[in-house]
Nanobody, 124 residues
Framework: VQLAESGGGIVQPGGSLRLSCIAS????????MGWFRQAPGKEREWLAR???????TYAESIKGRFTISPDDAKNTLYLQMTSLNTDDTAMYYC???????????????????WGQGTQVTVSS
């Protein structure tokens, strides 16, 4: 599977962005997908994931501000980001794996295919 992220850019504090991740292969019944980010000098940070039944899970750092959602008809995963602040500046990555049950962040980190990333910069 190949992944292509888009939607990054420069946004002012308090603004919003929607990131997209298009997958070349996509099987909703085996979906295990997520979003990560990496800021300069920091480790890659998990943000959100969604499994085959559609259960979503979020990191505490972005809970209530970011929303992960799929569009199965378009083989696309979204990350809607609101109330952005300078700490959200990072490269954002989509990750995808295939498993009908047991999707977890650890599973994604070990088995996922990664996109090339899209840069999000929050600056006034």
């Amino acid at each position: 599977v190949q992944l292509a992220e888009s939607g990054g850019g420069i946004v002012q504090p308090g603004g919003s962005l929607r990131l997209s991740c298009i997958a070349s292969e996509y099987t909703p019944t085996r979906r295990c997908m997520g979003w990560f980010r990496q800021a300069p000098g920091k480790e890659r940070e998990w943000l959100a994931r969604i499994d085959a039944p559609g259960t979503t899970t979020y990191a505490e750092s972005i809970k209530g501000r970011f929303t992960i959602s799929p569009d199965d008809a378009k083989n696309t995963l979204y990350l809607q980001m609101t109330s952005l602040n300078t700490d959200d500046t990072a490269m954002y990555y989509c990750a995808a794996a295939q498993i009908p049950m047991g999707c977890s962040t650890a599973f994604l980190k070990k088995y996922a295919t990664w996109g090339q990333g899209t840069q999000v910069t929050v600056s006034s």
